[in-house]
């Protein structure tokens, strides 16, 4: 293989190596908006209402207007605490609903 073919195999390799490194970075950004998109609304709602709820997973259903928290859920609202491994809390009717072990 003369040098000309060998320098354009490595100017290849190399590009190809950078196009791995832009789509990591692609997807690594997407992934974070993604986060953000899931984690903000939470925060906004706690800030809102005065209702704030911690748990190993937090999921809003923006049809139903329903938090649904799972693991280790605790909401708090004012003086009220309430512990349990899952509950749903209605964000229109402020209703909750605990299943599992309530305390």
């Given at each position: 293989?003369?040098?000309?073919?060998?320098?354009?195999?490595?100017v290849i390799h190399v590009k190809?190596?950078?196009?791995?490194?832009?789509?990591?970075?692609?997807?690594?950004?997407?992934s974070l908006c993604g986060i953000?998109?899931?984690?903000?609304?939470?925060?906004?709602?706690?800030?809102?209402?005065?209702?704030?709820?911690?748990?190993?997973?937090?999921?809003?259903f923006s049809e139903t207007k329903?938090?649904?928290?799972?693991?280790?859920?605790?909401?708090?609202?004012?003086?009220?605490?309430?512990?349990?491994?899952?509950?749903?809390?209605?964000?229109?009717?402020?209703?909750?609903?605990?299943?599992?072990?309530?305390?």
């Amino acid at each position: 293989m003369s040098k000309a073919a060998r320098k354009a195999v490595c100017v290849i390799h190399v590009k190809r190596r950078s196009t791995h490194y832009a789509a990591f970075f692609l997807l690594l950004i997407v992934s974070l908006c993604g986060i953000f998109f899931f984690v903000l609304p939470a925060y906004s709602f706690a800030e809102e209402s005065g209702t704030f709820i911690t748990s190993d997973s937090l999921e809003y259903f923006s049809e139903t207007k329903q938090y649904v928290a799972k693991g280790s859920v605790e909401i708090k609202q004012k003086d009220a605490v309430i512990t349990a491994d899952q509950i749903i809390y209605g964000e229109a009717t402020s209703d909750v609903i605990a299943e599992g072990k309530v305390y």
